[in-house]
Nanobody
């Protein structure tokens, strides 16, 4: 079993920045992919960015050039968000996929990001 804890959300003005963190804990697991997703009220969950064990990175078109996903090690990941826009407002959730649980993987509780105009 893998537990995920996200942090770093908050209220920021448009144009500002936030850095989200995701810490994974548990025993004997190997993360193949770590990703950030977001869900705004009334909208479907959206994939924001993913990074796999080979450091291949994917971004949603809406965040390219503004967000950066990274991993410090196997269990700590980050999402640097710059030039934030009001439409980035959402709950941001961390997801990790392991060899034992490639789909759907494990989800954190999420952290709220609110961008004011």
């Amino acid at each position: 079993q893998v537990q995920l804890v996200e942090s770093g959300g908050g209220l920021v003005q448009a144009g500002g920045s936030l850095r989200l963190s995701c810490v994974a804990s548990g025993r004997y697991f190997s993360i193949s992919t770590m990703g950030w997703y977001r869900q705004a009220p009334g909208k479907q969950r959206e994939e924001v960015a993913t990074i796999n064990e080979s450091d291949v990175i994917k971004y949603a078109d809406s965040v390219k050039g503004r967000f950066t996903i990274s991993r410090a090690d196997a269990r700590n990941g980050y999402l640097q968000m710059n030039s934030l826009k009001p439409e980035d407002t959402a709950i941001y959730l961390c997801n990790v996929r392991t060899r034992a649980n490639p789909n759907p993987g494990y989800w954190g509780q999420g952290t709220q990001v609110t961008v004011s105009s």
